[in-house]
């Protein structure tokens, strides 16, 4: 769902026809990285004072999320007692693109109590290397796809009240380099395509995140 839509994150499996979310990625407009900051020389310069850049880089990435319809927003109801985990995060998406080749990027966040968002982790998988690094395979444009995203590590305790959130994009744009969707070279080739993204969360197909939770908090 985008933002404002009812994406909900939960810990329990899906009803059977839960219905898929779908949004349009279009690499002449690509989604734009949620911790790029738009500053002034200025700004670069100057010496912030302790958690400044914090606070603006959880208004930047809610202000991104707000303002596009290429990013699938997913959050838990408020925590009702701490969640802690700490190792390898990583992500199980079922999903299908009308392009021949696309990226997949997922984003963990923790949403505080006043609803500033932190981001914990972040992976990408491009869609013809979803199999191997070595030999590349092409979409076959609307069949349905099992990856794995890698996010990375990362350690956390989210306290009761907080929330978890997951962003599913297509871009993260200009950290990473555009996939023109064609199955072509991406730095090399000028033409693109536009695809039309499905992510599944129905009970045979159900997308989601892999914690490594290390007990309730004390």
């Known amino acids: 769902m985008y933002l404002g839509g009812g994406g909900r994150l939960a810990f ?14 279009d690499p002449g407009d690509p989604t734009p990285d949620f911790r790029v900051f738009e500053e002034s020389e200025e700004d670069r310069r100057r010496v912030r004072p302790a958690g400044e850049r914090d606070r603006e880089a959880a208004e930047r990435h809610r202000r991104v999320a707000e303002s596009r319809r290429d990013v699938l927003v997913y959050e838990t109801e408020p925590l009702a007692e701490p969640l802690r985990f700490a190792g390898p995060v990583a992500a199980v998406l079922y999903a299908a693109s009308s392009a021949r080749d696309t990226d997949w990027f997922v984003t963990l966040s923790e949403v505080d109590g006043e609803g500033k968002i932190f981001q914990l982790v972040q992976g990408v998988i491009r869609a013809r290397f979803r199999n191997s690094m070595r030999q590349p395979e092409l ?38 380099s555009r996939n023109l969707n064609t199955g072509g070279h991406n730095e090399t080739e000028t033409e693109w395509a536009v695809a039309e993204q499905t992510v599944f969360h129905d009970a045979g197909r159900a997308s989601h995140v892999l914690l490594p939770v290390i007990g309730r908090a004390q």
């Open 12 to 25: 329990e499996a899906p009803p059977a026809d839960t219905p898929a979310d779908r949004y349009t990625y």
């Open 139 to 176: 979409l076959e444009p609307g069949v349905t796809y099992r990856y794995r995203i890698d996010l990375w590590h990362t350690g956390v305790e989210i306290p009761a009240g907080g929330r978890l959130r997951v962003e599913v994009t297509s871009a993260a744009f200009p950290r990473f």
